[in-house]
């Protein structure tokens, strides 16, 4: 729902949903607009002076934001026959050190994404993969395939998780450091 709260700076506008989540959570989309989300149980007297008092860092932010370049379009994603080519090798190699987890392989969703390289849902069996990842650097997707399929194992990015990974894939940071940039 539209919300407006007045500030020292004139009316903030801002975008409310309810929602399951434990927190108030405040984010300044792209274009600027401000989007809130909160607890069910929390009034909306507590979310406006939630907003109230992050008018000033919204405000900063907005100014950040207004001075960056503008995104530049997304390349043209291959085909998902020319993504799987790219993944299927990755894919296949560290499928059998998951098997005795995970059971029959998992599903390989393909997306184009403007944020993310790729994402695991354990539960669901389930891997995404960023369609742009197929025109990354050969090390970079195999470092995505793996660390997804860490999620299988540890689904956070704690201690362990970068433990394992470190171990499975010793330059890991570095193959990392070759997808910055590509998306945004």
Known sequence: MDCCVDTPDGPLRFELTYKKVKNLNLRLRRDGSVAVSAPRWVG???????????AD???RARERQAQRAPAAP???????????????????????????????????RLKTL????????????????????????????????????LHFWYPDHGKTFHQALDRLLPDNRRRRALLRGLLR
């Open 114 to 149: 403007r944020s993310m390289w790729g994402c695991c849902r354990p539960a669901k069996r389930e891997i995404t993969l960023n369609r742009l990842l197929a025109l990354a650097p050969q090390e970079a997707v195999e470092y995505v395939i793996l660390h997804e399929y």
């Open 74 to 108: 997304l390349p043209e994603p291959p085909d998902d026959d020319a993504c799987m080519a790219v993944f299927s090798p990755f894919l296949e190699r560290y499928y059998p050190l998951f098997a005795p987890t995970i059971g029959a392989w998992p599903a390989i």
């Open 57 to 59: 860092w919204i405000a």
């Open 44 to 54: 909306r007297a507590e979310v406006e002076r939630f907003v109230r008092q992050r």
